[in-house]
Structure formats: structure tokens, C-alpha cells
């Protein structure tokens, strides 16, 4: 047949492949969240999280080094929090005494090269298991705001590198911003949480850090999946209050968010592959449903080809794994 134009002539080896490669994914765009609880000589396999673990800090201490060994530079941390330490103004999150503030410092100590990443949100802290604070069955926002500061400044005071408020508050992201620069923490980051999304797809990090609402759900204030264009909107609020990196969570199931968003922001785009989507595939890989390495792979270049500069994965640490040829 004569044809001039035959694009598997770009595909015919490997080399080629490689060259004229559109989307390329690297090991510095990945972060990797770490579940922290209380106590010592803890590692807690969570069960909906096959191959993820809650760590004490003396052996989170250990992971992170042999992470970072890896290649691996950029982590969020999440507390998991005892029941007895939550009250309806999540007061333990900017405790002195709070284990998950003295582990950022202690963290930042000893590896001072790598970027932590905080969680602001009141749903660790809080007896009602939201995210903002509640009275009379609704989460009032603007009393919310005053509380998620403190939680920010200790952040910030702990050294934390880039607060991650994941609340969905209206304007939390300006009201932080002006708190964190009047408290002298100019140049503490703020990857906002801006089409955070009322996921089927959360259940396993609920499970991990035992944070799921006492009653009611969390739609009134996460988004609601059907929407896309809201998500602009948000952005646009997000990018104007002061946030330096906004995030699409989900991440896989909401490709064409972050797209929208990719195309319509100078800001970098954060992405969010959640505990569920992360979970289906590691549990259908388990059952030789799938080829893990392959399908894991797979999920986040659609991800980083959707547009997002920044992945939040608990595929981390694999992926590094296999940069490093080392098998799973």
C-alpha cells in the first residue's frame, strides 16, 4: 500500500518509543503518605491497605529512610488520633503535647532535605469526625476557620514545609494565608485542597486513621462528583486567597478535572490518587486479576498525562522500587 503517513513507525522499538514519549513520569513529582499513631514499635498493617502501614515515629523514622534511600523527597503525614484526645473543637491539634507536631519537628530534624506536608482539617481531632465544626447537625464555616489557624501556625511552628488544608471551608485558604504571614511563616507553603470531591473512594484512608463523621456526611461541604465546572470556581477562589498549589482529589476517576484545571491555571496541579483507587487495584492484582507493576504504572502516567505536576500515591514507594530495578 503506498501511504507517506504511518504512525507505527514511531512505535517499532523501544528506543523510539522512549524518544517521541509525550508524558513522562518521574519520581520527583510523587508524594508518599505516611499514617502516624502514638506509642512505640508500631507497625500496623491497615487491612482495606494492603502493603500500607500506621508507624509509631520510631519506625516511621526507619521507613522514611529507606524511602529516601529510594529517591523518595517529598511525604504527607497523617495522625491518627485516640479517641479520648477528640472534643468538638479539635483543641489537640495545636496541643504542645500533640505527637503528631512533635514528630513533624523530630522528622524535619533529622531528614531537613525532604518536603513534609501537613494535613489541616478537623476530622482527626474532632469527636464529631468532621472536617469543620459542628453544631446542631451543621457544619458552621466561619467558626471553623479560627480553629484550623492554630492547627496551621503549630504546623508551621512544628517546621513543617506545605500546610495541605483539606476541609473545604470557604475561605480558608485567604484566612490562612494572612494568619500564617502575620505569624512570621511567610514562606510556609499551601497545597489547597481545591476539588475535593464526596468520594465513594475514601473508605480505606477512614478505616486508617478511624476518622469517618459520627453522623451525617460530608457533602454539604465536600464537592459533589457530577460537577466540573465548580471546579474552576474553586481554583479561581484558591489561586486568588494565596495558594501556591492546587489539588484534584480524586485523582484517576477525575482525570478531566484536573485537566480543566491544568489548562485554566498558571499554578501547579496537585493530584490525589486515593486510598480506594490505589486499593481495587492492589487487591485485584492480588487475585491475578491484573498485572500490578504494569497497571500500577499505568494509573499514574494517566494521571501525570491529564495534566497534574504533583501525585499523591501510596503507589510511591513501588514506583520508586522499580526505578531503582528492583523487583516487587
Not at 74 to 80: C, D, G, K
Amino acid at each position: 500500500m503506498q501511504m507517506l503517513e504511518r504512525p507505527r513507525r514511531n512505535r517499532k522499538s523501544a528506543a523510539i518509543r522512549d524518544m517521541v514519549r509525550e508524558t513522562r513520569l518521574d519520581l520527583s513529582q510523587l508524594v508518599y503518605p505516611l499514617f502516624l499513631v502514638d506509642g512505640n514499635n508500631i507497625k500496623d498493617e491497615v487491612v482495606s491497605m494492603p502493603g500500607n502501614y500506621r508507624w509509631s515515629l520510631d519506625l516511621m523514622l526507619k521507613e522514611i529512610e529507606h524511602c529516601v534511600s529510594l529517591g523518595i523527597q517529598q511525604y504527607i503525614l497523617f495522625p491518627a488520633v485516640d479517641e479520648q484526645l477528640k472534643d468538638k473543637t479539635a483543641s489537640y491539634s495545636y496541643a504542645s503535647d500533640n505527637f503528631y507536631l512533635n514528630a513533624i519537628q523530630k522528622i524535619k530534624h533529622i531528614f531537613p532535605q525532604i518536603t513534609l506536608i501537613s494535613d489541616v482539617a478537623m476530622d482527626p481531632y474532632s469527636s464529631d469526625g468532621h472536617d469543620g465544626y459542628v453544631q446542631d447537625g451543621e457544619i458552621i464555616n466561619d467558626t471553623t476557620l479560627p480553629i484550623l489557624s492554630q492547627m496551621a501556625i503549630a504546623q508551621a511552628q512544628a517546621g513543617i514545609d506545605m500546610i495541605g488544608p483539606s476541609d473545604m471551608m470557604d475561605g480558608r485558604v485567604g484566612y490562612l494565608r494572612e494568619e500564617l504571614d502575620q505569624a512570621g511563616f511567610i514562606n510556609t507553603s499551601i497545597m489547597s485542597y481545591t476539588a475535593k470531591y464526596a468520594s465513594a473512594f475514601y473508605g480505606p484512608f477512614r478505616d486508617a486513621l478511624d476518622s469517618a463523621p459520627k453522623a451525617g456526611d460530608k457533602k454539604t461541604y465536600q464537592m459533589d462528583p457530577a460537577n466540573k465546572m465548580e471546579a474552576l470556581r474553586e481554583a479561581d477562589l484558591d489561586a486568588a486567597e494565596g495558594a501556591d498549589i492546587l489539588m484534584v482529589k480524586p485523582a484517576s476517576l477525575y482525570l478531566d478535572v484536573i485537566a480543566l484545571l491544568k489548562q485554566n491555571s498558571d499554578l501547579p496541579i496537585a493530584a490525589y490518587n486515593v486510598s480506594g483507587e490505589c486499593s481495587m487495584l492492589i487487591l485485584a492484582a492480588q487475585k491475578g486479576y491484573l498485572n500490578y507493576e504494569a497497571a500500577m504504572q499505568e494509573m499514574l502516567l494517566s494521571i501525570a498525562r491529564s495534566g497534574a505536576d504533583v501525585i499523591l500515591t501510596y503507589f510511591a514507594k513501588d514506583f520508586a522500587k522499580l526505578c531503582k530495578g528492583i523487583k516487587l
